[in-house]
């Protein structure tokens, strides 16, 4: 399975965001991407308030999203904000390609100063979804920092999972999120794929959740695969998830 990387730092314009979209898809999916990997709020970045923007999940800018997938054949997993009923929005998750899916943010950033259940609806269902025959698990940011979301998709068949996200800067937080996705990686025995959007200032000096950078891509055993800077950089790494069988079959932790 081939996934690119597409670390970006998102404007708070929805349309420009759909270009940086494109351009990154195009230039993946002419590397023979399966699948490209967007950060969290891919379309308004956290220093616009979400409601400004948050359009339900077929309104039209997701379906500019799924038409970026079609025409470049495809899948993209890009971050967004939908309406909810609760005068709130949802921090949503959307994969767009030949298969579909959805992931509603569960575990809310309610942490270190800032509240974002203030303006945002929890999700309440975890989501797999099935790209090139693989099963990928899908979570965003604040979710990291939950192991049993992680072994939770892990038992339903996930194999990759993807982390979409804005980190918060502030002190240590570059050490908090390798360490993270590290630690989620063996302890779902998956490929943890954390994307992060592309520090925006200091990754030291709190700040809005707008992205520290340092996207990374961890293997089944904890091994770090691959992890970028802090500035805007398309990569793409193949991974193979036989290997997620194999790290389960000689680590059996998933066993309930």
């Known amino acids: ?11 708070t314009d929805p349309l420009a965001n759909l270009d940086l979209v494109e351009d990154n898809v195009v230039r993946a999916a002419a590397e023979g991407a399966d699948l490209v990997v967007f950060p969290e709020a891919t379309m ?6 979400a409601a400004e923007v948050a359009e339900p999940f077929d309104g039209p800018w997701a379906e500019s999203v799924r038409g970026i997938a079609a025409r470049h054949g495809v899948s993209v997993a890009v971050g967004m904000f939908t309406t909810a009923d609760s005068g709130r929005v949802r921090n949503t998750l959307l994969v767009a390609g030949p298969t579909e899916a959805r992931y509603d943010k569960i575990h809310l950033y309610d942490a270190l100063g800032y509240r974002e259940s203030r303006t945002i609806a929890p999700g309440e269902e975890l989501a797999t979804v099935e790209i090139a025959g693989v099963t990928v698990g899908l ?29 918060a ?15 989620r990686g063996m302890d779902s025995t998956a490929f943890v794929v954390a994307v992060d959007q592309s520090a925006s200032g200091d990754p030291e000096v709190r700040a809005l959740p707008t992205g520290v950078g ?32 194999a790290a389960r079959e000689s680590l059996p932790i998933l066993i309930p």
Request: hydrophobic content about 50%; proline content about 6%; charged content about 20%.
């Open 44 to 49: 308004c970045s956290f220093a616009r308030p």
């Open 169 to 183: 800067p502030g002190p240590h937080k570059i050490h908090q999120w390798r360490s993270l996705a590290t630690a």
């Open 1 to 11: 399975m081939r996934i690119a990387v597409a670390q970006i730092s998102a404007t």
């Open 214 to 245: 340092h996207s990374i891509v961890v293997d089944p055993t904890g091994k770090v695969l691959l992890e970028l800077g802090t500035a805007d950089e398309l990569a793409v790494i193949d991974i193979d998830p036989a290997e997620a069988e």
């Open 139 to 167: 979570a965003i940011c604040y979710d990291i920092r939950f192991p049993a979301q992680f072994q939770s998709l892990a038992r339903e068949g996930a194999s990759v999972i993807l982390v979409s996200a804005a980190w």
